[in-house]
């Protein structure tokens, strides 16, 4: 497709509900990343995929979270278990190349959860 | 790690003048910087990036600058419009990927 697609774009967990998010990448980029965005706060970074090999996952909170791309091409993170700290917006971003593209990255619009 | 700066209060400007936004950063200088703009419910659009061996990057009304020795970058919106009203964030490469500021929310009024 011409953009980043997430979904579902909400989800409503409840606590110690395990979900699954997902993320389609711009087709040929190499690259995807994973944010989590809190309310009036900037993306924090959670994990970056060259095409399939998870390169980093520094950012990732716990091991409740987990991320997986198996052909390089659409991602999808768990959360287990959820808690109610993990309610934010999961942003999914893909970049033709490693950092240093002219192009930046490409945001999809998120996924929005609240855990209750 | 990097601490990045980005004034959390709005700042509001009148249409037709220059808004300027300030992004801060504490330790090392990185290759790349990027900026941003988010609008409620959506996610961050790339506008522009720099590297570190450029003193300033223009792209029609945005420019970017990159001060490795005040560890500062300024963006500016020439002649701005309602619909420059929007969240900026600055993003700073460290390896792999980038790291984001908070923000600055622009509001331009008529």
């Known amino acids: 497709g011409a953009g980043v697609s997430q979904s579902p774009r909400y989800k409503v967990a409840k606590r110690g509900q395990d979900v699954a998010l997902r993320c389609d990448p711009i087709?040929?980029?190499?690259?995807l990343f994973w944010y989590q965005q809190a309310l009036g706060q900037g993306p924090e970074f959670l994990t970056y995929f060259q095409n399939e090999a998870q390169l980093d996952k520094s950012g990732l909170p716990s091991d409740r979270f987990f991320a997986e791309r198996p052909e390089g091409s659409v991602s999808t993170l768990k959360i287990q278990r959820t808690q109610q700290e993990d309610s934010a917006v999961y942003l999914c971003?893909?970049?033709?190349?490693?950092?240093?593209?002219?192009?930046?990255?490409?945001f999809g619009s998120g996924t929005r959860l609240t855990v209750v | 790690s990097q601490k990045i700066e980005q004034n959390s209060e709005a700042l509001n400007i009148q249409e037709g003048k220059t808004a300027t936004l300030t992004c801060n950063y504490t330790?090392?200088?990185?290759?790349?910087l990027q900026w941003y703009r988010q609008d409620p419910g959506r996610g961050p659009v790339f506008l522009l990036l720099?590297?570190?061996?450029?003193k300033e990057k223009r792209k029609e009304r945005l420019k970017v600058t990159f001060d490795t020795t005040l560890k500062q970058s300024l963006f500016h919106i020439t002649a701005s419009q309602p619909a420059d009203s929007a969240t900026y964030l600055c993003a700073l490469d460290d390896f792999n990927k980038f790291y984001f500021g908070s923000g600055t929310k622009l509001n331009v009024k008529p």
């Open positions: 971003a893909s970049s033709l190349s490693r950092g240093g593209s002219n192009y930046g990255y490409t």
């Open positions: 330790n090392y200088s990185p290759a790349y």
């Open positions: 087709s040929g980029h190499v690259s």
């Open positions: 720099i590297r570190e061996n450029e």
